[in-house]
């Protein structure tokens, strides 16, 4: 079993930034692909970014790029999320996932991703 907790959101306005941390724990955090994705009310979830096991890959949407960064410590089993320049349009709860299939490729698709957060709501407004 792997927990994964997520926080750091809150109320931001247009333009500002903020960092989300996912704390993982219960198995090896070194040995998951780890990836962010959000939802909106009445919208379906949504891939935002993920980072490979070692860090050395990542791959974003198009709609963050230059704006998000995901990083991740394995040494505190913590992945984050940097949102800088925020618009409206990301509000979210967002959720941080864990691939622990030891897949070579970062995936998308939630159903990739065996284990979630709780989420941690993101509001931007205008």
């Known amino acids: 079993q792997v927990q994964l907790v997520a926080s750091g959101g809150g109320l931001v306005q247009a333009g500002g930034s903020l960092r989300l941390s996912c704390a993982a724990s219960?198995?090896?955090?070194?040995?998951?692909?780890m990836g962010w994705f959000r939802q909106a009310p009445g919208k379906e979830r949504e891939f935002v970014t993920a980072i490979s096991r070692t860090g050395g890959s990542t791959y974003y949407a198009d709609s963050v790029k230059g704006r998000f960064t995901i990083s991740r410590d394995n040494t505190r089993n913590t992945a984050y999320l940097q949102m800088n320049s925020l618009k409206p349009e990301d509000t979210a709860v967002y959720y941080c996932?864990?691939?622990?299939?030891?897949?070579?490729?970062?995936?998308?698709?939630?159903?990739?991703?065996?284990?979630w957060g709780q989420g941690t709501q993101v509001t931007v407004s205008s």
């Open positions: 219960g198995r090896t955090f070194s040995n998951f692909n």
């Open positions: 996932a864990a691939d622990t299939t030891f897949s070579t490729k970062l995936s998308v698709v939630p159903r990739q991703y065996d284990y």
